[in-house]
């Protein structure tokens, strides 16, 4: 997959819709591992909506046809113990409101759903469409949708050996008593590669981006 130019601000500034904590401090004098092997779901900056304009090329507020945006995005993960893969479902609503309330209307809006890995890798990308339907007199209308991933559950799980580096215990007085594991870049190198995302929204051409990313 290939992002417009202008996604190196969307990479830049992915807003989770669901995280999980990756370390917590263990009293006992260590860190511990609080992560699973299923993805994140996020939808990224910039395009968890969209515009459509009439005429298209249009960009003042007078020319909006359809404006729409992606909200109550869930999912649910399976994790299998022993199997070789893990999946995660997110399923989402699209709210859509046009300018005008006239006869019925369908308006079809594209999405993606692409499977991140540290933070910028691309390792899948599907598209979909969701189709709207604004009943006659009516401004707004809605639809749902949904969009899957799999993860090789040995790529987004660590490595034994980084597991003891962060899990061990430090006692006070110990030359790596005060030392957190995970500023060690070979650790948190492997906890970044080990991060999956599952990330949605609406695949905008590159004017559309750069619209979201000026308002």
């Known amino acids: 997959m290939r992002f417009p130019k ?18 917590e401090f263990d ?3 260590g860190f511990k591992i609080a992560r699973s092997p299923c993805p994140a779901a996020a939808i990224p900056t910039y395009t968890g909506d969209i515009t459509l304009f009439d005429p298209p090329a249009e960009r003042r507020v007078e020319a909006i046809d359809v404006s729409a945006a992606i909200a109550n995005l869930k999912s649910a993960c399976t994790d299998s113990r022993g199997a070789a ?31 991140l890995r540290a933070g910028t890798e691309i390792q899948a990308k599907q598209l979909g469409t969701v189709t709207i339907e604004f009943p006659a007199g009516q401004l707004r209308g809605s639809a749902h949708a949904s969009a899957t991933a799999v993860v090789n559950r040995a790529a987004a799980t660590l490595p034994p050996e980084v597991l003891e580096k962060i899990n ?44 979201n990313a000026a308002r």
């Open 6 to 23: 202008t996604s190196a601000i969307l990479l830049a500034a992915l807003t989770l819709a669901a995280c999980k904590t990756d370390t």
């Open 27 to 29: 009293e006992r004098g």
């Open 85 to 115: 893969q893990v999946q995660l479902r997110v399923d989402f609503d699209v709210f859509a409101r046009r300018a005008n309330a006239g006869p019925a209307r369908t308006v079809t809006l594209p999405y993606f759903a692409t499977v």
């Open 168 to 211: 061990r215990k430090r006692k006070a007085g110990d030359a790596d008593a005060a030392l957190d594991p995970m500023n060690e870049p070979s650790v948190r190198e492997a906890v970044n590669q080990a991060n999956f995302e599952l990330l949605v929204g609406f695949q905008l051409s590159e004017s559309q981006l750069a619209y």
